[in-house]
């Protein structure tokens, strides 16, 4: 089987560390997103993010018929990036997250306790990224507290109404956004995870398609306020931000849809 690959963008903002103040770190998953598509689309925002630092492919699939095969879902990804770990060890098989396997920490548990002086924070559309992945307040994670979260909009039907053409999650996404760009100008959280869906809801429903490619373009926006932030708190606080942008899982190649493979 063909192996569909996702995008990743690591860059380090490291112009003189030893005259900087403050290291922080921003994670940001954006959901069901090809590389291919990311290649071929006019994304200016990721453009100069990766030319800071750089650009590779990469899977989280693991080893097909291997030790490590791994479902390409939303969620075990999400778990696959958080804990380095193939599921055949953080035991997240799918978007229930039944049973998560504590014992495989996430980098928020290692960094709360080696920096429990340092905050942390997530802004995401789904909840359960913090209450089930990194497993806030449970005794199986050490009742790890995150110092601040933004999160459960998708529950909010009143504020949110749910839409056939799911558009109300693209709003969410940018409640998700501003909020998170606001709280790192005011705040700069050491460690942070950004998690944005409606890609994802486009690519399943639309495949290959404008209306995809629409939605991979407003998340470059959306991608570019977070850096504008960044930059701003570079520039005024002499703080040094690593970004990592990375995807869950990729597509079909003959379609666009479904989950890759």
Not at 15 to 27: E, M, V
Not at 52 to 65: F, I, M, N, P
Not at 124 to 135: F, P, Y
Not at 222 to 238: P, S
């Amino acid at each position: 089987m063909k192996q569909y690959f996702l995008f990743l963008i690591l860059i380090s903002c490291c112009t003189c560390a030893l005259a900087q103040s403050g290291k922080k770190a921003i994670f940001v998953i954006v959901d069901g997103i090809s590389a291919d598509v990311i290649e071929k689309l006019n994304t200016p925002a990721l453009d100069a993010i990766a030319k800071e630092g750089g650009y590779a492919r990469a899977h989280v699939g693991g080893e097909k018929g291997g030790y490590s095969e791994t479902p390409t879902i939303s969620a075990v990804g999400y778990n696959s990036l958080l804990t380095a770990t193939w599921v055949n060890k953080h035991n997240v098989w799918d978007n229930d997250i039944a049973a998560p396997n504590y014992n495989y920490r996430t980098i928020f548990r290692f960094f709360e306790t080696q920096y429990p002086q340092k905050k942390t924070a997530i802004f995401s559309s789904w909840e359960d990224n913090r209450t089930k992945l990194v497993g806030e307040s449970l005794p199986a994670t050490g009742n790890i507290k995150l110092d601040y979260h933004f999160d459960g909009l998708e529950l909010d039907t009143v504020n949110y109404p749910h839409d056939k053409g799911r558009d109300f999650m693209h709003r969410i996404d940018e409640a998700v956004v501003n909020n998170a760009v606001d709280h790192i100008k005011n705040e700069a959280p050491d460690l942070s995870w950004v998690y944005l869906e409606y890609t994802d809801d486009m690519g399943h429903m639309y495949g290959d398609s404008k209306q995809f490619y629409k939605a991979v373009t407003m998340m470059d926006d959306q991608i570019g306020r977070l850096w504008q932030a960044i930059q701003y708190r570079e520039q005024n606080f002499k703080e040094d931000w690593v970004v990592y942008i990375t995807t869950d899982h990729g597509r079909d190649a003959q379609t666009g849809k479904h989950h890759g493979g």
